[in-house]
């Protein structure tokens, strides 16, 4: 057993391997000098080089001691050297050796570690020389070679950038010796501060000498994940997608709350502190295509960004947040604000999120964290939907559940494993490294016996600092956080974030009396808590109107049909008028005929559509536009682009079916001889019946707007045609539009009006005469349809 497991150990370092093999004590006996390696942890007696960083540099030391490497340890920090050498020290007598020394060769490999150490204090310029002139002659006097630096920045991220121009100004090796500079999150705080932290490094220091650490690529099970995919490719191909997974779940729960830390935790909450860098990386080494060579690192980047390229863009909706009961409390005391600061800093989160790529369209990831939670426990599980329908014995293993789980650690099993349902298949292990747990015991991981599991762990549990901090010795890449890697998952991350800002939180008691308060469902893309709230913490101004009530009234506005609610309300009633609209079309003459705007008013709108309207007949529905920018239509300002983007992407309109404006012809926008206008107005008049479509969707602008007819425009110019070129006073100016009079022909025209900004609007259109030049919206007078506006609460009441 112990020769297997020093096997295993020697695995990771093959330069040395075959030196050491060939002793059967090793005993310091190489002469054959690989040169020297100088170690700074620049915060050297900060908490987490106490934890975990000195720990890991000693393994790294017992690990190479025999190697032909020699090394030297600088632990630096602001204090004077005599106050921080004692701590320094303690921290140094407290590492524990790898499990295959023994006591003796343990106590002599630490001494030597401790001869190796020593203080500095790190301030000014001038002790970055200081360090620079000492790294430099240190090896000389040995009489080696200097083989490289190694620099970890275990500080503050502010002080990142510092440090950096300071390494680089005073420390940075002669050509032929590397340079390594590590970095701990957080980096950044969103994507803009991110690439300015980024930007600043790169000034100091080169991106391949830079190593950002997120210690969960350096879990055992995390790190076997893109080669387990790939030992058992042979199983998962025919599964790994979205026809055979059910959903995806990445899962990090905590028993601790934020005490202590809350200076720092305040400002970043849960998602910016473990589920945008240590689940992300999951995420995305589950769905990721797998590399041909897995350490080569540039391909690991390559397909981690495809994935990333891919995520669905995040909605408020597409999360639950949730705050312990108890945070505001500690924010209160450690902040020293009053009583009556309320934090609105989730502790709690829970994410679905999709991935537009064919394999796995639809399917879900639920990515969740918090703290105060039941159990510490990290995993990330693929159930597999079970298309065996069992008559009979429903205890046959046909019947269970079919999941793989990656198991990180602690929780019930107390190691970290993969488990594979027996249900699905024998995982293969080449991998001497790992080995089959066959002892059983009555241990349920998941809601399974864990009998029904093929269960693989690692023959030698290794911290993940240590396995780090070995990678980076080693020079190898492919765990770690590179510069596009971090700004394009910040670039998915933020504009939730920015659009959580201000959501309110739901308050939860922690540990196990949380029960199932925490419990989240799928409706749709939405995410929602499954069980009624207790108590719901809210900002300021969110306070009141929000909740009170929801009912629609009906009245007269301008002498045309009004309704008006709460938006929320409002929107659902419109949708579902717009759907009975569509019914009704298709019963009488087989097609829909609808005509939408762009704009953000009616994103709800679609929303609702998309994801509520089942039975919507969309099949025989034909979708054209009110008006449309003379932009691509792939810009983000294009009207299509929007209803492209959050209606037409979630349900089945047959292509053939869908109308946006040529704006573009001949590569060019909006030329009047390429008449583009003409060209729509020709679609209309053949496909409509009667060039009279079903439903025309409006909005207003504040100038009293309506679809692309603005003020002065000279509306009366393009009496006759149904489609013209207009001028908006806005950029971009050139717009294309449905005209009055092919509005006008509709059987239905809403006009949907929502906020508090419209409500001075509202106000005066009420009181205005009809006068199309000034407020073209009073021009919407349908021949023989109805009109009907729908006007919010807020923009209604103000
Ligand atoms: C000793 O190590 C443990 C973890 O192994 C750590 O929690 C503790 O802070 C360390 N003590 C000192 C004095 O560094
Ligand atoms: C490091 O400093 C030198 C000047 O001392 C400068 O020319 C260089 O651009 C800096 N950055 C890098 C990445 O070398
Ligand atoms: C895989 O990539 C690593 C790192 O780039 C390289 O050293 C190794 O030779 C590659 N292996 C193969 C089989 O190409
Ligand atoms: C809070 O107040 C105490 C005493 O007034 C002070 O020592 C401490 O630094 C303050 N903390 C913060 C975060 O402002
Ligand atoms: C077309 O419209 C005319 C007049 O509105 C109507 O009488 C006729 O039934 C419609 N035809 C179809 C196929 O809907």
Redesign the pocket.
Known sequence: MWKVVWAALLLQVPVCAQTVQSEDNHEVKDTRKLGHVSVIIVGGTGDLAKKYLWQGFFHLYANQVSSGYSFSFYGGGLSPKDKATPVLFEALKNVTCPLDLSVERCALVKEQFLKLAEYRQLVTLEDYQALGKQLTEHPKQEGVTEAGRLFYLSVPAFAYADVAEKINASCRPSDGTWLRVVLEKPFGHDFSSAQLLSAQLATSLKDEEMFRIDHYLGKQVVSKILPFRKENSKHLDPVWNKHHIERVEIVLKETLNAKGRIPFYDQYGVIRDVIQNHLTEVLTLLTMELPT?L???KEVLKNKLKIFSALEHLERHCAVVGQYESYNKEVQEELNKTKEHYSLTPTFAGVMVYIDIAQYEGMPIILTSGKMLDERLGYARILFKNDIFCVQSHNNVHCKPKQIIFYFGHGALQYPAILVSKNLFKPDLKDTEWKEVTEQNDLHVLGMPISDYYVLTPTVQREAYSELISQIFHGRKDSFISTENLLASWDFWTPLLHSLANAPSRLYPGGVDNGNMLDFKLLGREATFANDALVFITHDDMGGSGVESFQVMQGKYRSAEMVSAWSEELIVRLAAEIQAAAESAVREGGRFHLALSGGSTPLALFQRLAHYHYTFPWRDTHLWMVDERCVPLTEMDSNFRTVHDHLLQHVKVPYFNIHPMPVQINQRLCVEEDNGALLYERDISQLVNTSSFHFVLLGVGYDGHTASLFPSSKLDAHRESLVALTESPAKPHQRMSLTLKAINQAQKVGVLVMGKSKHELITQLSRVKDNINKWPITGIRPTSGRLVWYIDYDALLG
């Open positions: 060579n350490s080569d690192s």
